[in-house]
């Protein structure tokens, strides 16, 4: 089976739900990820999460490892990722086939074909699998940028 998804994942099909008025997955989703950020270690930080996902970080720092490691929680709790941390390639289309908006879906599928052999298990695949999808869909990377801009003047002072 080949190795799949990450937290943009997650992040990707719940705002593609949420554009089509799908609340039933999307809350869904908003519910696993709480879980996940519930059971999170001390020093995790949505924060720390948000500056991950910014362009020119060195994301291999030890701060950013919860975050990589949320990803994969949520996509255990949906069943893209199985116990194991492997992708689950057809629950992965499952959620595709049910979205509405062709212009999403055509996206989800075209991330999925560029993405479906990202390397890793675990929080490394999810970390991996986010990386992949940012390089391959502008899609994402603007609606990540969107979600992470954040107020600039505050990280000045």
């Known amino acids: 089976m080949a190795h ?43 924060d720390v999460c948000q500056e991950m996902l910014r362009d020119g970080n060195d994301n291999s720092l030890v701060k950013y490892d919860s975050c990589k490691c949320l990803g994969a929680c949520t996509s255990k709790k949906l069943g893209i990722m199985d116990a194991n941390g492997i992708g689950v390639k ?27 052999d990202t390397p890793g298990k675990n929080c490394d695949l999810s970390y991996n699998f986010m990386v992949c999808t940012m390089e391959n869909s502008s899609l994402v990377r603007d609606f990540v940028k969107a979600m992470t801009s954040g107020d600039k003047s505050k990280e000045e002072n």
């Open 4 to 46: 799949i998804f990450k937290i943009v994942t997650v992040y990707i099909l719940g705002f593609m739900y949420s554009v089509n008025g799908e609340s039933k997955l999307m809350s869904i989703m908003i519910e696993n990820l709480m879980d996940c950020m519930a059971q999170a270690p001390e020093n995790f930080s949505l």
């Open 90 to 116: 057809s629950k992965v289309e499952e959620y595709i086939a049910q979205l509405d908006n062709e212009v999403w879906r055509n996206e989800a599928i075209k991330i999925l074909k560029k993405c479906a």
